[in-house]
């Protein structure tokens, strides 16, 4: 009877939205994603491209238990942060979520964010820490080294971009105002010679073509740009004929290499790569460090927020010089040698050994002899180095967006490091982690947003965790 009782018991929510439904909706905060979020009969709606403080109508296209999203039928009322995109694909392709709300609006809703995140998944008194102000750039444009632009072809034409926003349709870009302008170039000349010389592009349902991605970075300081062309086959045809091509056009190019990638899968790069002209790898300044970067390396993408990003990261370390210092997810080794001379010893892991070659040669470099890199995880080397009596003091974590493995936060857990820097690209995810860490000793002491990608609604945030047993 029981049962019985159990399985004809309503939900405790009745769907109260229908699909099609038109209804006003006031805005009242920004979510994780850049969409306005608003509450219609106590349920939650999303609402791409609205913001906080407007008023409009809006007819629900998608509707379940938990949330309905919307689209904006009309405004009723406009938010005074609200500016005309300057980008004309904007709407299309998706790369940037924010470009309709002023800067300074971007920077409070990006703090605001963080703050949604904590209050979901901890019960932290934000009031009760340290927690400043977002940290923007004077100039929010032009920032990416990085461009990453899938190939395609449209009407016979070869094109490149991105994906749009929530489909499969590869938007083109000739210009993108957040990529340095190098990388735009570079793009545009690889899809001049690729349609001149008939060189075929990767159909993705079909499994066939050669040219799958094209990927640029750029050295801001040192000018050097490097081209990886991503390739469904080892096989280049006529390849003589395009490096010959890209040097007339692009004289004072730096380094061009292939990489491989046979698979059906969405990672963009594969495991093998070839150099086809000029250096291996690039070089990159920041401040007084100069970082040689591969391929496939790490990097940030932002190398102007990068100082102030890793000024934040080396403040909430408090590094006296007595410090066994552990930079986990080290990548090249920037953080850690950001640090470095704060640090008693310093020891780096990452599980690309292309990054940790790169780190023990960027450490060399610079004349850091107390620095030790390994390829692995972070907790498979704790345990090794506690069994031959070393012990991290502070450790500095800048994970994926996925966060922490869970196998970490145990490592972390039991081995107790008297601080956690945490470096986070994701506030959901830096939130629960905090919860996990927070319950295993570990108290919350400062949190610093930091806007590695203006216009767009991602937001970095340094937090600082100190160990007090309780």
Known sequence: MKETRKFNKKPETELKIKKGQQFPLTIKRLGIDGEGVGFFKRQVVFVPGALPGEEVVCEAVKVSHKFATGKIIKWRKESEDRIKPPCPIYDACGGCQLQHLSYEGQLREKKDVVRQAFERYTKINLDRISFKNTIGMDDPWNYRNKSQMQAGVRKGKVVAGLYGSNSHELINIDKCIVQHEQTDTVTQVVKQ??????????????????????????????????????????????????????????????????????????????????????????????????????????????????????????????????????????????????????????????????????????????????????????????????????????????????????????????????????????????????????????????????????????????????????
């Open 193 to 470: 010679i690729v349609q001149e010389l008939n060189i075929s592009v990767y159909e993705e349902k079909k499994r066939t073509g050669f040219l799958r991605t094209i990927v640029t970075r750029v050295g801001f300081e040192t000018g050097e740009y490097q081209l990886v062309l991503i390739t469904s086959t080892k096989e280049f045809p006529r390849k003589e004929l395009f490096l010959e091509e890209l040097k007339r056009r692009l004289p004072d190019i730096t380094s061009v290499v292939q990489n491989i990638n046979s698979q059906k899968t969405s990672l963009v790069f594969g495991d093998e790569t070839i150099v086809l002209a000029g250096k291996e790898k690039i070089e990159e300044k920041i401040k007084e460090f100069t970082f040689h970067l591969s391929g496939r390396a790490f990097f940030q993408l932002n190398p102007v927020q990068t100082v102030k990003l890793y000024n934040a990261a080396k403040k909430a370390a408090k590094l006296t010089g007595t410090e066994n210092v552990v930079d986990a997810y080290c990548g090249v080794g920037t953080i850690g040698l950001w640090v470095a001379k704060e640090a008693k010893e310093l020891r780096g892991m990452d599980v690309i050994a292309e990054s940790i070659a790169d780190a023990e040669k960027n450490a060399e470099a610079h004349g850091i002899t107390h620095a030790k890199y390994e390829v692995g995880k972070a907790e498979e080397w704790f345990p090794k180095w506690e069994k031959e009596g070393w012990k991290a003091d502070v450790v500095i974590v800048d994970p994926p967006r996925s966060g922490l493995d869970d196998s970490l936060i145990k490592t972390l857990l039991r081995t107790k490091p008297q601080r956690i820097v945490y470096v986070s690209c994701n506030p959901s995810t830096l939130a629960k982690n905090v919860q996990e860490l927070s319950q295993g000793g570990y108290k919350l002491k400062s949190l610093q947003p930091v806007d590695m990608f203006p216009q767009t609604a991602h937001v970095e945030c340094v937090s600082q965790l100190v160990y007090t047993g309780k």
